[in-house]
């Protein structure tokens, strides 16, 4: 191209234009990197965490140390990585072009969210230096409030401010899906990424507000001494669990949805096929959405709570797996005659697939009162949420990264370097967690700074394999430089998407599209 | 039948030592050989799309199948009722787990705290659990200390009693597959009926602060007359222990039933809270810059309210023995930490 061409990019100058900006597409790209810095500081401490538990007994750090390396991990990969992630990075990005708008609805809400996130991991980080925090991420009372230190306080609070930046950019979605399609882009027609957008939306915007009211009520607690949670001044203990969960179960959901269309887009353009059961995968979203409010007492089997209680909890479970086996078969029925090119992010698609099963179907054992009772709290667990949150998640986020890279940079990722990290992160992934099914049938506890001497081989293979991720996620790192130095010239569509942000230039102008688009048909029309 | 159990992934669980665990064991291989079929299905079908409609040419064409509603049917409609057997399944095993409300044979109120379990039979029979002994002895990086044994006999309906003094904390033990919260405030019942003769490890799986994975006990169980014969033993050096002098009760209070050297140790070393070595007699320093000389009165406060006055470089972790401890119990504890030189 003789000419600078006019982008996004390139329409405004200056640090300063970035951290005023309106354009979901600037945002999207301010998300990613705060986002990944996040993710790093959460990696380092699941590699010390998974150094410590290399051997029994004290290997790196006293028990004090380890709980809160335990704790940070799991507080900033849930609610400032996954939850966050794939919805206000490639959210940001895609959605209005993919419906074809020219920005979200409330473009300075869309900023505002970005900030309140920022202050808030600013809150919840600066206890790290403050008085560090070791009551594990889910904050389980009275331990939380009695038994430990006033860090507490300020890390729930950054916690809650994250809450409103998803409930912002929650309602901000909802309202953009509504209100900004283009001409003839019915719901019908929306691709199945802004499906899976807007099933999250709803469910961050009514979820959120019960986690925000619990830690308000737990800094309440602690600093007034109101008594709602502790025994010693006549609160309910288990009644922490039962909000905590009212809103943790249905984020898990908020963490996979849009995994999930990030799969659907990658399966129907690596597979050149039109998508298999498009309402069916549309509508098990809303499905999912809607009955994930409405199981949260599985994670309290043996808390105490009744028996018919659990039992009622454990059916309506049941009823979630139904919608997500769905979406599984439609995925491989997408591929069934396609035209199918194995490249990164379609690697990334299938391993999704592949650990998502695995990490699906140990979920139905957890729902099944009787074996989690077993289970419960042990390695098993740790097992199944990691392979669901993070091979689930993470596999769709990398996938997602290489795919739309030509589009948000106008540089093609190289595909090299994206297979040489697949095949670090999902051999990695297996190593590291595998074992930790096993771990958990011989009954290791969760959340252990110290085991028994039987326990150590398969705990040396986990934190073996934990290096292999880590190599893997910094070769993933390099890929981005690498492209944005050296990469290929994109084109509009390097990798023949039917979706509406391969129409427009790469990277696009400022408002997305010089002529509001008219749709005639649906996503995915590859005939 | 090992060879059984290796390919169903039994083997992993320890040896199911309860009458309810081999029902465990069975829904476990259902759940395992259907997830399997399952996971082949479903990954196996990928597996082979990828390999046969590999893209040979840059412009091959794909089918156009949009939906096809007899296999949608019965791929929703066949898992769920997969799911509902394991849920009916689930169901009963639970139900045969739970049995709340049935008197057990042998009752045992078992107490936890942080970091320590108190098992009292009707008899008054205490154990405390675990011991101040190492588990490990040869590593000195091992933290884990030696679990106390509780004795049960075989064949009898157990039922532990359980709650909690401070926070969370839950009964595990792997061998019975079995698991129940101990709540602060609440009773909640874990019953069981031994099968199988021997020790069998009890972990808490509440996360609950500093030295949760050190909360370990062991379960004994015996045969009924061995169970008699322990109880007899039991009972005797309770009988013996109450003619020993004042220090001595102490020591046994402090090692045992309130737990004192879960957080203190008696050689000097730093455990949870400051050692008790040297202390009676000698000053000490607070986190708001006043000191004392530790002495009856002051020993008495830090039981009641340890708030009150929090030694400098310590958090304030311990919690009150206000009702815990008797008036001549403080004494003996004074007079144990007097010999302390
Ligand atoms: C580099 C890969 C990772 C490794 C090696 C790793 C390892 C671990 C380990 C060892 C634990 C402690 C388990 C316990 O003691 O109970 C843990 C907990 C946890 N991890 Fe990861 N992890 C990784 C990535 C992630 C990611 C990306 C997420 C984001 C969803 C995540 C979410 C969690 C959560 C929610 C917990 C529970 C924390 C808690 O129980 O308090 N992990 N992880
Ligand atoms: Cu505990």
């Known amino acids: 191209m003789a000419h600078e061409q006019h982008n996004y990019l390139n329409h405004q100058k200056g640090i300063w234009s970035w951290l005023t900006t309106l354009d979901h597409k600037r945002i999207g790209i301010m998300y990613f990197i705060a986002i990944m810095s996040f993710f790093f500081l959460g990696g380092v401490f699941a590699l010390l965490v998974r150094a410590e538990l290399f051997t029994p ?150 979820a959120t507000p019960v986690l925000a009211i619990t830690l308000l009520l737990l800094i309440a607690e602690k600093t007034l001494g109101v008594g709602i949670f502790d025994p010693q001044l006549g609160g309910d203990p288990v009644l922490f669990q039962h909000f905590f969960w009212f809103y943790s179960h249905p984020a898990v959901y908020i963490m996979i949805l849009p995994a999930m269309g990030v799969i659907s887009e990658l399966v129907a353009t690596y597979s050149r096929k039109i998508i298999f059961g498009y309402t069916a995968i549309a509508y098990s979203s809303l499905a999912i959405a809607g009955v994930s409010f409405l199981v949260w007492g599985h994670h309290m089997f043996v808390s105490g709570q009744s028996e018919f209680a659990g039992v009622l909890f454990s059916f309506i479970t049941m009823l979630v797996g139904v919608p997500t086996a769905i979406k599984l078969f439609n995925w491989i029925a997408t591929m069934y005659k396609g035209s199918i090119r194995l490249d990164a992010p379609m690697l990334f698609a299938i391993g999704f697939m592949f650990l998502f099963t695995i990490g699906g179907l140990t979920g139905v054992y957890l729902a099944s009162t009787g074996m989690d009772v077993h289970f419960h709290d042990t390695y098993f667990v740790v097992a199944h949420f990691h392979y669901v949150m993070v091979g689930g998640t993470l596999m769709a986020l990398m996938g997602a990264l290489i795919y739309w890279f030509p589009k948000v940079t106008g540089k093609i990722y190289s595909d090299l370097l994206g297979r040489i990290s697949w095949v670090f992160i999902f051999s990695g992934f297996n190593v590291t967690f595998f074992p930790q099914f096993i771990l958990g049938n011989m009954g290791m506890p969760r959340r252990y700074y110290d085991y028994l001497p039987t326990f150590t081989e398969l705990n040396q293979m986990s934190t073996f394999g934990s290096w292999l991720i880590g190599t893997g996620f910094l070769v993933g790192l390099f890929g981005v430089f690498h492209a944005l130095m050296k990469g290929k010239e994109a084109g509009n569509n390097p990798f023949g998407g039917k979706t509406l942000e391969w129409t427009i230039p790469s990277p696009p102008p400022h408002e997305n599209f010089d002529k509001t688009p008219v749709l005639t048909g649906g996503p995915y029309e590859y005939r | 039948m090992n060879w059984f159990s290796f390919i169903t992934a039994t083997s992993f669980m320890p040896v199911p030592a309860t009458k309810e665990s081999g029902d465990v064991d069975n829904l476990y291989i259902f759940l395992l050989v259907s997830g399997l079929i399952s996971f082949i299905i479903l990954i196996g079908g990928m597996v082979i799309f990828i390999f046969k409609y590999r893209r040979k040419t840059e412009d091959q064409k794909s089918a156009y199948i949009t939906h096809n509603t007899l296999a949608e049917f019965l791929w929703s409609f066949i898992p769920f009722v997969i799911m509902m057997i394991i849920f009916a399944w689930g169901w009963s095993v639970f139900h045969d787990l739970r049995r709340v409300g049935e008197k057990g044979d042998v009752e045992v109120h078992v107490t936890a705290r942080q970091w320590a379990w108190t098992f009292k039979y009707a008899n008054d029979i205490e154990i405390n659990s675990p011991s101040d002994k190492k588990l490990v002895e040869n590593d000195p990086d091992s933290t884990l200390l030696k679990p106390e044994v509780v004795v049960v006999p075989v064949g009898k309906t157990i039922r532990f009693i359980l709650t909690s003094d401070d926070v969370l904390h839950s009964f595990y033990v792997p061998a019975f597959r079995n698991k129940m919260d101990a709540v602060p405030g609440r009773r909640t019942t874990f019953t069981f009926t031994p099968i199988e003769k021997g020790d069998f490890t009890v972990f808490c799986t509440e ?41 001595e009760r102490g020591e046994a209070l402090f090692k045992g039933s309130l737990g004192c050297s879960g957080c203190h140790s008696i050689d000097g070393s730093r455990i949870v809270g400051p050692t008790f070595k040297g202390l009676y007699g000698n000053k000490r320093d607070f986190a708001d810059g006043s000191s004392v000389v530790a002495d009856d009165a002051y020993i008495k406060q830090s039981i009641l309210v340890p708030t009150a006055k929090i030694v400098a470089g310590f958090p304030p972790a311990m919690s009150s023995f206000q009702g815990r401890i008797k008036e001549d119990e403080i004494k003996d504890i004074i007079e144990f930490i007097k010999t302390l030189k």
């Not at chain 1, 980080?125 to 939380?144: A, I, K, M, Q, R």
């Open chain 1, 57 to 206: 007994g004290k290997t790196l750090f006293s028990a004090d140390v380890y709980n809160r390396m335990m704790t940070y991990h799991g507080a900033i990969m849930v609610f400032m990585v996954i939850v966050p992630g794939i919805p206000a990075i490639f959210g940001n990005f895609v959605l209005p072009i993919m419906i074809g708008a020219k920005d979200v609805a409330f473009p300075r809400l869309n900023l505002m969210s970005w900030y309140m996130l920022m202050i808030g991991a600013a809150i919840t980080g600066s206890t790290l230096f403050l008085e560090n925090v070791d009551t594990g991420w889910t904050f389980y009372t009275p331990y939380s409030s009695i038994k430990t230190g006033m860090g507490v306080i300020p890390m729930v609070l950054g916690v809650f401010i994250i809450g409103f930046s998803s409930i912002l950019t929650g309602l901000n979605f909802i309202v953009t899906t509504h209100k900004l399609r283009a001409p003839g882009m019915t719901m019908n027609r929306i691709p199945l990424m802004v499906w899976a957008l807007y099933s999250t939306a709803i469910l961050q915007v009514l």
């Open chain 2, 207 to 247: 996360y609950c602060g500093t030295k949760h994975s050190n909360m370990m006990a062991t379960i004994r169980v015996v045969d009924g007359e061995q169970f008699a014969l322990w109880q007899s033993e039991k009972l005797a050096g309770m009988a013996g222990a109450s003619n020993k002098g004042p220090a």
